[in-house]
């Protein structure tokens, strides 16, 4: 079994940045490629970010490109989601997720988080 907690979550300006961040337990982890999804209030959950154990790739939501930053620290079983330059739209509860392969659909994760809120008011 995989537990995944979320923290980081809050409340910023458009154009400010937070950090997210995903603690992962569980004898099992190892080797587990991560992904983030948000769900807007009254749309579905979409993928935002993913990447491999290794950190070696890396893969982003054309909406967040160039803005968030995925990355691992294997030795804390933590992944992290720097999140710059946001924007209203950007306003969700944002969750992560583990699977054994990395992966940009939502299906295809085993575990998830309960989730943190953010919101970028304008």
């Known amino acids: 079994q995989v537990q995944l907690v979320e923290s980081g979550g809050g409340l910023v300006q458009a154009g400010g940045s937070l950090r997210l961040s995903c603690a992962a337990s569980?004898?099992?982890?190892?080797?587990?490629?991560m992904g983030w999804f948000r769900q807007a209030p009254g749309k579905e959950r979409e993928f935002v970010s993913a990447i491999s154990w290794s950190g070696s790739s890396t893969y982003y939501a054309r909406s967040v490109k160039g803005r968030f930053t995925i990355s691992i620290d294997n030795a804390k079983n933590t992944v992290y989601l720097q999140m710059n330059s946001l924007k209203p739209e950007d306003t969700g509860v944002y969750y992560c997720?583990?699977?054994?392969?990395?992966?940009?659909?939502?299906?295809?994760?085993?575990?998830w988080g309960q989730g943190t809120q953010v919101t970028v008011s304008s």
């Open positions: 997720a583990a699977d054994k392969m990395v992966a940009t659909i939502e299906k295809e994760y085993d575990y």
């Open positions: 569980g004898r099992t982890f190892n080797n587990y490629a």
